[in-house]
C-alpha cells in the first residue's frame, strides 16, 4: 500500500513540474496575443459603427428625397418641399443652408431650382418629363459638418470628398 502512495505522488509531482515548466514557457503569451488581437477588434468596431452610421445617413437622404418628390408632385413651392427635406434630415442635424453641406435640387422639365449650399456636387442631370418631377438630396461627408464621424481616416479609409446623393421621381397629381 505504501509503495502504491509513493509510485502515485511521484507521478503527481512530476505532473506538477511538467505544469510548471510549460507555465514558464508560456508567460507573456497572454499579453502577446492581446497586443495582436486587439487593434483588430478595435477597428472593426470602429468600422462597423462607421458604416451603420453612414447606412442609416444614406436611408434619411433617400426617405428625405422621397418625401420631397412626393411634395413637390403635389405641386407644393420650394419653400414646402425644403421644409419637408429638413424635417427629416434634422434628425440628423442637417440643415439645408448656404454652408451646410447639403443641397436640394428640383428638377421640373428642363428647369432646375437649387436651395441650400451650391459647393456640393449633386451629379442628377437630365430634363423630366413635363409631368415629372425629381427632386434630388446631396449631402456632403467630408465639411467637418458631417454627422458622420471619419474614425477610421488613420487607416486609409477616409470619407473625405464623398457625397451622398439620392433622387426620386414623382409623376405631377
Not at 436640394?104 to 415629372?132: H, N, P, R
Request: one cysteine or more; proline letters at 2%.
Amino acid at each position: 500500500m505504501q509503495s502504491r502512495l509513493k509510485i502515485l505522488s511521484r507521478s503527481y509531482r512530476s505532473e506538477q513540474q511538467a505544469a510548471r515548466a510549460t507555465r514558464k514557457r508560456r508567460r507573456g503569451t497572454i499579453g502577446f496575443e492581446f497586443f495582436l488581437v486587439f487593434p483588430i477588434l478595435f477597428f472593426g468596431t470602429l468600422a462597423v459603427f462607421q458604416f451603420g452610421i453612414t447606412m442609416l445617413l444614406e436611408q434619411a437622404v433617400v426617405t428625405a428625397a422621397t418625401e420631397g418628390a412626393r411634395e413637390a408632385a403635389k405641386g407644393a413651392p420650394l419653400a414646402e418641399v425644403r421644409s419637408v427635406v429638413e424635417s427629416i434630415l434634422g434628425v440628423h442635424n442637417i440643415e439645408i443652408a448656404e454652408g451646410s453641406g447639403a443641397r436640394i435640387d428640383i428638377a421640373a422639365g428642363c428647369s432646375t431650382q437649387t436651395t441650400g449650399d451650391t459647393d456640393v456636387v449633386c451629379t442628377a442631370t437630365g430634363c423630366t418629363m413635363i409631368d415629372e418631377v425629381r427632386v434630388t438630396v446631396c449631402v456632403n461627408l467630408s465639411d467637418g459638418v458631417s454627422p458622420v464621424p471619419d474614425w477610421l481616416a488613420m487607416t486609409g479609409f477616409s470619407l473625405e470628398g464623398k457625397t451622398l446623393q439620392a433622387s426620386s421621381l414623382a409623376t405631377r397629381e
